[in-house]
T-cell receptor, first 113, second 114 residues
Framework: GENVEQHPSTLSVQEGDSAVIKCTYS??????FPWYKQELGKGPQLIID?????GEKKDQRIAVTLNKTAKHFSLHITETQPEDSAVYFC????????????FGKGTMLLVSP | NAGVMQNPRHLVRRRGQEARLRCSPM?????VYWYRQLPEEGLKFMVY????????ESGMPKERFSAEFPKEGPSILRIQQVVRGDSAAYFC????????????FGPGTRLLVL
């Protein structure tokens, strides 16, 4: 089955700095890669996703890149703000149909003012 | 449009009791997933259902756990004879249909087994 590795497990940055979280996956059939943000006591919230037919996607301060050859995808957050502090999860699935998500173990991002 | 709803938000049970967790998908969504999250871990898939049908239960323990999604009403995850190891956060997510990819998560039910 699919295996998703996520690094780092914790990341501390100063407000205004950039943050990068990296994930690798094992199943070459995976073609859908969402990123979720989970705040304390809440459910995961989708922040951005990418499909395997594109290499990069941006949404304001958030971007995701995908390298299908290396089976690697990354989340980039620019101009970080304290409210970005949360746990971020990457995930992978084979897409529509039985699109069960396999999650990484999460990255706790702390943005200090 | 209301999001995915789960109740109760917190549930305390003693060992040997039963736990029932409920999930109402987003309006118009006909498929739900259940995931379990242990402390400081990612979410692990348990079961995937559409109304009146279990599509994939490969992530669910064979004993004590069951799930259903009736024609009317919420999806229910049932844990019989709970043990301390069942303590976790249980999340459900819904999708519009089998051709959809984006999963929308509820706020979760935090189960504590004493």
């Amino acid at each position: 089955g699919e295996n998703v590795e996520q690094h780092p497990s914790t990341l501390s940055v100063q407000e205004g700095d950039s943050a990068v979280i990296k994930c690798t996956y094992s199943d070459s059939a995976s073609n859908y890669f969402p990123w979720y943000k989970q705040e304390l006591g809440k459910g995961p919230q989708l922040i951005i996703d990418i499909r395997s037919n594109v290499g990069e996607k941006k949404d304001q301060r958030i971007a995701v890149t995908l390298n299908k050859t290396a089976k690697h995808f990354s989340l980039h957050i620019t101009e970080t703000q304290p409210e970005d502090s949360a746990v971020y999860f990457c995930a992978a699935s084979k897409g529509s149909g039985y699109s069960t998500l396999t999650f990484g173990k999460g990255t706790m991002l702390l943005v200090s003012p | 449009n209301a999001g995915v709803m789960q109740n109760p938000r917190h549930l305390v049970r003693r060992r040997g009791q039963e736990a029932r967790l409920r999930c109402s998908p987003m309006k118009g969504h006909s498929h739900v997933y259940w995931y379990r999250q242990l402390p400081e871990e990612g979410l692990k898939f348990m079961v995937y259902l559409q109304k009146e049908n279990i599509i994939d239960e490969s992530g669910m323990p064979k004993e004590r756990f069951s799930a259903e999604f009736p024609k009317e009403g919420p999806s229910i995850l049932r844990i019989q004879q709970v043990v301390r190891g069942d303590s976790a956060a249980y999340f459900c997510a819904s999708i519009l249909g089998s051709g959809s990819e984006t999963q929308y998560f509820g706020p979760g039910t935090r189960l504590l087994v004493l």
